[in-house]
């Protein structure tokens, strides 16, 4: 705990901690798009950490992580929203969400542990697009989801007549709903790094990275590998969960249609390109990953007009072109990620040495 | 005489059609250092992993400090005490050395995670102590100014000491070697000796799959010999060295 306490230290996380305040008013000024643009890259980087716990600590390659976000979203929809009459308060379904998720986990990781790597990969996936269709279909007999028109109306986080979604006054400082939200997300966040952190470098940690390194190692000493897989699914699916749930209450909105496949193949994206298993590169990778697209949303069509007076190419199109070029070349000249662990870096180099 | 720690009772395994061991029936008592030996093929590192529960037998079992040893769970049978090291090494890699050992400590600590999150007072104490142990059975096996180092950097002879010292952090009653030699020079070998006759001393009964004839028979107080699967003799050293069987085992004759 010393190290908190020398004086560099304590003013850089006080400058962090200022700098991580003000962004909202920062963003602000170019307007609440762009706060909701910052909630969202929280939002990823929750989720980003939360599947690290499944693929960067204990390497189980998982497709389908958007599932137990979807999941999450669901269930704060279906008990906070006019659609089944429920207004239950958000803090006693964000553990439900939670508790819901990691059921999920456990169903899907129960059968199919004995499958590794690819298979893994793709039982997974197969999972995630499940979870989607019955989401768009069980609208029929009874309907649950409401199908593919999805849920609306949901109830906004609120603290007694507190709410979340419009703009109030505190201390004579005006806050909009985005930036409310921006706070609540810093602050979750905040405590999932923590309980990142702590997890990795604990007796569990040790075992999942066991795991990952050598299997059969890793039984021979007396690790029930099949339950601490299952823990690693479970704990990244309840994070998946209570993300979801946030993401239900700050949309007012859910459908289907958020919960696709490439949602998960992005946040996956996100943890590979960061960094696997090292918490400030998912961190990295998280914030990267969800910005530069919309940075580029903005950016690209005004600097085309800017240089060729016209629209030569369609932004939308120009803007995936440009992000798929960026996560090649990010793979091809730094293949253990944007920031990764020292160990994992030295892992590749020596790997590359050997074959180069 | 001593009690028995391990029997195997007609232990079997085929792969196909290959009978990898024909009802092995042996038995290891508590403190000796027991050597298992046969030609390279005669089924020594199946039942290594017969016992250890990587595969399951299909006769047969085994029945380790009084009670029978479940077939299909590996992590128990280290749970049980019975700790071992691979012919070809398999480290952590990408784990340094003190990790290494510290993995090792799972089976005997019970922190959760719940424990991690909060950081309790009880988890903090457990992971000192973790950190402690193997620190000093790094010492044990006099790497420990490696410690910091990835196993992977470690030399040959070193990363042999770190997965003797991974198994000890279990707290085996029975530790098993598979091959721990090949590979060495003579020194190296001479100084393995030296630790595996120390590890006996404090109390592991010890199991020594070894090819090198000397070092076995100098070393171990009772050898069983292996060949096309089946136990062959099991006796102490000066009477299976002079067994016509063995000679012809080891020679083709």
Redesign the interface.
């Known amino acids: 705990m010393n190290k908190w306490l020398n004086p560099r230290s304590a003013f850089g996380i006080t400058l962090i901690a200022v700098a991580l305040l003000a962004l909202p008013f920062v963003a602000a000024m170019g307007g609440q798009a762009w706060v909701r643009i910052l909630n969202f890259a929280i939002l990823y980087v929750f989720l980003a950490l939360g599947l690290n716990i499944v693929v960067g600590f204990a390497g189980l390659l998982d497709l389908g992580y958007i599932a137990f976000y979807a999941v999450g979203a669901y269930t704060y929809a279906l008990l906070a929203s006019p659609h089944f009459g429920l207004h239950w308060p958000f803090w006693v379904i964000l553990p439900i969400g939670a508790v819901v998720a990691c059921f999920f986990g456990v169903i899907l990781g129960s059968p199919t542990l004995k499958l590794r790597g690819d298979y893994l990969a793709i039982v997974t996936l197969g999972f995630g697009e499940i979870v989607r269709i019955f989401m768009n279909n069980l609208n029929a007999p009874i309907n649950i989801t409401n199908g593919a028109q999805g849920i609306t109306l949901i109830d906004p986080v609120a603290i007694g007549d507190f709410k979340f979604s419009n703009t109030s006054q505190i201390l004579g400082i005006s806050l909009s709903g985005p930036q409310k939200y921006y706070y609540l997300l810093l602050a979750l966040v905040i405590l999932v790094i923590i309980?990142n952190l702590?997890?990795q470098n604990?007796?569990?940690?040790?075992?999942w990275?066991?795991i990952r390194?050598?299997e059969?190692?890793?039984?021979?000493?007396?690790?029930?590998?099949r339950n601490l897989k299952l823990?690693a699914f479970a704990?990244g699916a309840s994070f998946g969960g209570v993300a979801g749930g946030v993401f239900s209450a700050m949309q007012g909105f859910v459908s289907p249609e958020s919960f696709s496949l490439i949602e998960s193949i992005m946040i996956l994206a996100m943890v590979v390109l960061g960094g696997m298993g090292h918490i400030p590169g998912v961190i990295l990778g998280a914030v990267l990953l969800s910005i530069l697209p919309e940075a580029l949303r903005y950016g690209v069509g005004p600097i085309q007009m800017a240089i060729f007076g016209k629209m030569l190419v369609d932004p939308e199109s120009l803007r995936m072109l440009i992000f798929g070029l960026a996560l090649v070349l990010v793979m091809r000249f730094k293949p253990a990620g944007l920031w990764p662990s020292p160990?994992?870096k030295?892992?590749l180099q020596?790997a590359g040495a050997r074959n180069g | 005489m001593a009690e028995l720690l391990l029997q195997a009772n007609n232990v079997a395994k085929h792969f196909g059609g290959v009978k990898a061991l024909r009802d092995v029936s042996l038995s290891i008592r508590q403190g000796e250092i027991y050597g298992l030996i046969g030609p390279n093929g005669a089924g020594k590192t199946t039942f290594f992993n017969c016992l250890?529960?990587?595969y399951i037998p299909d006769g047969g079992g085994f029945v380790f400090n009084g009670k029978p040893l479940l077939a299909d769970a590996?992590?128990?049978?280290?749970?049980r005490g019975i700790?071992?090291t691979?012919q070809n090494i398999?480290?952590?890699?990408?784990?340094t050395a003190l990790?290494n050992v510290?993995?090792?400590?799972?089976?005997r600590?019970n922190?959760?995670?719940l424990?991690?999150?909060l950081?309790s007072k009880a988890?903090r104490a457990?992971?000192a102590a973790?950190r402690q142990r193997a620190m000093d059975l790094l010492h044990y096996v006099r790497i420990e100014s490696r410690a910091d180092d990835?196993a992977?950097n470690l030399s040959y002879g070193d990363q042999r000491r770190l997965e003797i010292a991974?198994?000890l952090?279990?707290e085996p009653k029975l530790l098993c070697l598979d091959e721990p030699a090949a590979g060495m020079n003579h020194t190296e070998t001479e100084e393995l000796r030296e630790l595996i006759d120390g590890i006996r001393q404090d109390g592991t009964t010890i199991l020594l799959i070894e090819h090198d004839v000397k070092l076995v028979m100098g070393l171990c107080d009772r050898v069983a010999v292996l060949d096309y699967g089946a136990l062959v003799i099991e006796d102490v050293p000066a009477v299976v060295q002079k067994d016509q069987r063995v000679i012809e085992a080891y020679l083709g004759a």
Do not use: C
Request: proline share 1%; no cysteine.
């Open positions: 309980i702590r997890l604990s007796r569990v940690g040790r075992a990275q066991a390194e050598d059969i190692a890793a039984k021979a000493v007396g690790i029930d590998t823990l704990m160990e994992r030295r892992e020596d | 250890t529960g990587l590996p992590h128990q049978a280290a749970e700790a071992r691979f398999r480290l952590f890699a990408n784990m990790e510290m993995v090792g400590r799972h089976v600590t922190a959760g995670v424990g991690a999150m950081q988890t457990e992971e973790i990835l992977k991974r198994a952090a279990t």
